[in-house]
């Protein structure tokens, strides 16, 4: 005997699988970041709203801006009143030629450097 998918039962499949979907990428963004933070969604809607925020706001530092690794929150230089995260130390002394450079760089992609203390 042939089974029959009716168009309920496929929408509903597809509905959960969604739900799963959006529910798994929100518990994905619990926990400590880089920098300490916590998220704490409430579902899909509020990834929503949180990617339209972070947009508005920009992003915070995630990656290293000489190789493009993630960063290491303990390497990191303070310079004109902005820290810079970087993977490892050859990268901190590369950005140290030219600093500028890669600020511009990364503030035209909308990343936010954190203050200096």
Known sequence: MKRRYTRGS?????????????T????????????GETRSPIGG???LADAAHRAHQGERQALCPITG????????V????????????SCKKAFLKDPQKYI???????IVLEKAP
């Open 10 to 22: 496929v929408g509903a499949l597809a509905f959960l699988l969604l739900t799963v979907a959006l």
């Open 45 to 47: 809607v509020s990834l």
């Open 69 to 76: 690794e993630k960063i290491d929150p303990s390497t990191f």
């Open 24 to 35: 798994g990428g929100a518990y994905a963004w619990m926990g400590n970041g880089a920098f």
């Open 104 to 110: 511009d760089a990364m503030e035209s992609k909308g």
């Open 78 to 89: 303070d310079y004109q009143g902005k820290r810079v995260y970087f993977c490892c130390a």
